[in-house]
């Protein structure tokens, strides 16, 4: 998967809470927000990249470029050989190849976990029943959540409810798997879990895509990391430059601070 | 007081009265639920003249009294047109119409809090837009519905009394009929009434067992 000279503008704080009638009027607002200034991105199959940053940096907003959930203003987004930005392509075929994990997790709070898992294998592969079911229970197991299944989102702890955030986003074995900050709104002593769970699946080769500023587990897992700021990548680079000696006086202090937050904590 | 229920055609003014009041009841708020909901995602969706157009639409029938609307219905379009329709048929089509325009609000208020992430999520794992308003997005803001819906449907089984004075043997009709072959004015309405009473009653109750059945767990009732 590619990303190749992105931009997304929004002259919002909230992309998501626009209204299409702020969208025609942003015109006029001035301080117009360039979260994705030109970034290009390479991910070839097995690969697992790391993109962090500060906050508001605009991470996020290229993750849901690089999903299509946000359509990117300039640039193309490829997804093996085909183009997802050019004009006419099924988006919803697209993104179906794709899998996406949420920050706050938005699992479909009218269904169990296995309902979550199983609606897209359901409606979008159109699996028969059975198959269906067999496959959302793998997906399921995968992510060591048999014994909750048949129950919903609110009856489970925020890392349970992000472990079948997770089973959702692999189920449909996408090419590729989008983490927008998997564990950042979890407690604490939950974010063991769902990083346990990535590190399995890491294990197994899965091509991932992972914004998140746990540190130690990028160490472990990480082929590359790209430090994201102000719209733009800074510096990528395997972790242990960052580790060690980041070229960029920006990146230098971003990972004094996490790095002394983490040995705080 | 109450003989004249014994009188066998009395009793079947009153059976038939029900069954109008009934039908036009679930028939309207079901019409108007379907179509609300289709107004309330083209509110949403549409582009600004298909708003402007669904503003104008609410706002008549919102605007407007419902006996005025029935009786335009009823008697005037048909003459402009020239055609011969059924009057029960106009008169299920403008409580219909006219249910949507309320509901229309109660749809999409149920819908913009849900809409956001649960769009995302249903984008995100592949289905269209269509399928994640059928999947995902309705089935929750139907669930949320329910108690105003049955609001709607108090309100709009009131509102079909003004049917008898239209020349419809409804409820209050099969009244008017029984009062003005007895002159017995209290002890009828006091029966049309109760009858009413117990009808509304028991689908509220219904009502309120499938909103507990259907309740997702751990999501709370959004105030209307």
Redesign the interface.
């Known amino acids: 998967m590619e990303a190749r000279h992105v931009y997304k503008t929004y002259g919002i704080k909230n992309p ?2 626009a209204k299409k009638e702020d969208a025609e009027t942003c015109v006029d607002i001035k301080h117009v927000v360039e979260a994705v200034k030109d970034v290009s991105l390479q991910i070839r199959k097995g690969d697992i990249k790391l993109i962090f940053g500060p906050s508001g940096s605009g991470k996020s907003t290229f993750l849901r470029c690089m ?1 299509m ?1 946000d359509i990117p203003d300039k640039g193309e987004i490829y997804l093996g050989d085909e183009c997802l930005t050019a004009p006419g392509v099924d988006l ?2 697209a ?6 994990v ?1 920050q ?1 997790i ?5 269904l169990t976990a296995l309902g979550n898992v199983e ?2 294998l359901r ?2 592969l159109e699996l028969p029943k059975d198959e269906a079911r067999k496959r959302a229970i793998d997906a399921l197991t995968e992510v060591k959540l048999t014994d909750c299944i048949n129950k ?4 489970m702890s925020g890392g349970q409810a992000q472990r079948v955030g997770i089973a ?2 692999i189920a ?1 074995n996408p090419d590729i798997i989008l983490l927008d900050e998997p564990t950042s709104a979890l407690d604490p002593e939950l974010t063991g879990e769902v990083i346990d769970t990535l590190r399995d699946l890491a294990k197994e080769g899965t091509t991932m895509l992972i914004v998140s500023h746990e540190m130690p587990f990028a160490r472990e897992v990480a082929e590359e990391m790209i430090f994201y700021d102000e719209g733009g990548v800074v510096e990528t680079g395997p972790p242990s430059l960052f580790f060690n000696a980041p070229n960029t006086d920006r990146a230098k202090q971003f990972m004094t601070r996490i790095i002394n937050r983490t040995t705080r904590e | 007081m109450f003989e004249f229920l014994l009188n066998p055609m009395y009793q079947g003014w009153i059976v038939q009265g029900l069954l109008l009041t009934v039908e036009i009841t679930l028939f309207g708020v079901l019409l108007g639920l379907g179509l609300g909901t289709l107004l309330a995602i083209g509110d949403i969706y549409g582009k600004k003249p298909v708003r402007a157009a669904i503003a104008v639409y609410v706002e008549i029938f919102r605007g407007s009294p419902l006996f005025v609307q029935l009786f335009l219905a009823v008697y005037t379009v048909p003459t402009i047109l020239n055609i011969q329709i059924d009057h029960a048929i106009m008169a299920f089509v403008v409580f219909g119409l006219n249910s949507a325009g309320y509901q229309k609000g109660y749809v999409k208020g149920a819908m913009e809090t849900i809409l956001d992430d649960q769009m995302q999520a249903g984008l995100s794992v592949g289905m269209s837009k269509i399928q994640t308003l059928r999947y995902v997005i309705l089935p929750q803001t139907y669930r949320i519905v329910i108690p105003s819906w049955t609001n709607e449907f108090c309100s709009l089984t009131k509102s079909t009394a003004t049917l008898g004075y239209l020349g419809f043997l409804d409820l209050v009709g099969a009244g008017l009929a029984i009062k003005g072959s007895n002159y017995e004015i209290l002890p009828v309405w006091i029966i049309i009434a109760a009858i009413y009473f117990v009808w509304i009653t028991c689908f509220t109750k219904l009502m309120d067992i499938l909103y507990e059945k259907k309740r997702i767990p751990g999501v709370e009732l959004i105030m209307q």
Do not use: C, D, E
């Open positions: 998501k809470k999903a959930l919803n075929k993104r179906a190849r794709i899998g996406f949420f706050h938005y699992l479909f709070r009218h609606l897209a409606k979008v919903y989102p609110s009856q959702r986003a449909r």
